[in-house]
């Protein structure tokens, strides 16, 4: 290699082509390791050693940077430096052993059951076409757990699927395909938007949700569409797409308890990752209970 920068080049289009990480994880990747070549400065990555390395993320941490900040930003080092090993461009991985500070676990925010139904009431916004369509994602977001790109990326062939056999098959990271079955209400909201839709998408248009110039729907529309019901329907904070994902699961481990079939429906690769709705489920214990038990406040 080069230089840093002509290193970094090819490591994130080993990501992007070979292990075909989503555009999103790769952007992140690169903006960690452009941390790492401004911190080095002058120093070469093959002379950087363990104790430049903690003292890059005490200065990252001093500038306001979050323990979960922290601990992603230097596996995306110790990954890099993984790869720079088996380039021979460099001897030891200085990332070894070095650890990122520990910040408060925080829960994943959801609304409560009444606040969803709020969400999914109708608005009238006078463009009943749009009225339609936003229906139907927030409904879709609600009813089967999808995260935001996973719902960007649906197309008409999905409207089949979840029509007739009450199931939608998702593309999720790293490219893995799972089928999420889909809600009666989100059917019918979804039975809604397809009589309307080909009146706004363009010719040819495959994606499922279009906006108004007739391709397909940005992320970041979806999150200001979702916002804006949020505020027109008076609900109290920020809402957006992942809040809904985190309600779907919240609400559905604390009816059913069955914690196994919460991670399949959101894509989790570990178990692990979804056990933090249990702590969820005993907020919400804790709640009701510090509410109605006559002794809870002595």
């Given at each position: 290699m080069n230089n840093a920068a002509q290193a970094v080049v090819a490591?994130?289009?080993?990501?992007?082509?070979?292990?075909?990480?989503?555009?999103?994880?790769?952007?992140?990747?690169?903006?960690?390791?452009?941390?790492?070549?401004?911190?080095?400065?002058?120093?070469s990555l093959a002379?950087?050693?363990?104790?430049?390395?903690?003292?890059?993320?005490?200065?990252?941490?001093?500038?306001?940077?979050?323990?979960?900040?922290?601990?992603?930003?230097?596996?995306?080092?110790?990954?890099?430096?993984?790869?720079?090993?088996?380039?021979?461009?460099?001897?030891?991985?200085?990332?070894?052993g070095v650890r990122s500070?520990?910040?408060?676990?925080?829960?994943?925010?959801?609304?409560?059951?009444?606040?969803?139904?709020?969400l999914l009431e109708p608005v009238d916004e006078g463009d009943q076409v749009l009225a339609l369509r936003d229906t139907a994602i927030f409904e879709l977001f609600y009813s089967?757990?999808?995260r935001l790109a996973e719902l960007a990326a649906l197309d008409c062939d999905a409207l089949d699927s979840a029509l007739h056999e009450g199931e939608v098959r998702?593309?999720?990271?790293?490219?893995?395909?799972?089928?999420?079955?889909?809600?009666?209400?989100?059917?019918?909201?979804?039975?809604?938007?397809?009589v309307v839709r080909n009146s706004l998408a363009a010719v040819e248009e495959?994606?499922?949700?279009?906006?108004?110039?007739g391709g397909r729907l940005s992320h970041r529309m979806i999150q200001e569409r979702l916002a804006l019901r949020a505020v027109q329907l008076g609900l109290p904070r920020h809402v957006h797409p992942h809040m809904l994902r985190h309600s779907f699961a919240s609400h559905l481990?604390?009816?059913?308890?069955?914690?196994?079939?919460?991670?399949?429906?959101?894509?989790?690769?570990?178990?692990?990752?979804?056990?933090?709705?249990?702590?969820?489920?005993?907020?919400?214990?804790?709640?009701?209970?510090?509410?109605a038990h006559p002794r809870a406040k002595h």
């Open positions: 490591y994130l289009a080993e990501l992007s082509e070979q292990r075909r990480l989503s555009p999103h994880t790769v952007s992140n990747y690169r903006r960690d390791l452009e941390k790492l070549i401004a911190a080095a400065g002058e120093t002379e950087l050693q363990v104790h430049q390395i903690r003292r890059f993320v005490a200065q990252l941490h001093g500038k306001g940077l979050s323990g979960r900040s922290l601990a992603r930003t230097l596996s995306a080092w110790r990954g890099f430096f993984s790869w720079l090993g088996e380039h021979d461009a460099v001897a030891l991985n200085p990332c070894e500070p520990k910040s408060p676990r925080l829960l994943p925010k959801a609304l409560s059951v009444d606040e969803s139904a709020r089967s757990g999808l998702v593309l999720g990271k790293r490219s893995k395909a799972r089928l999420v079955p889909v809600g009666s209400k989100a059917r019918e909201a979804l039975a809604a938007w397809a495959k994606a499922l949700f279009v906006g108004r110039r481990l604390q009816s059913s308890g069955d914690l196994r079939a919460v991670q399949e429906m959101l894509g989790h690769a570990s178990i692990a990752s979804t056990q933090v709705y249990t702590h969820l489920d005993f907020q919400h214990l804790a709640t009701v209970y510090d509410k």
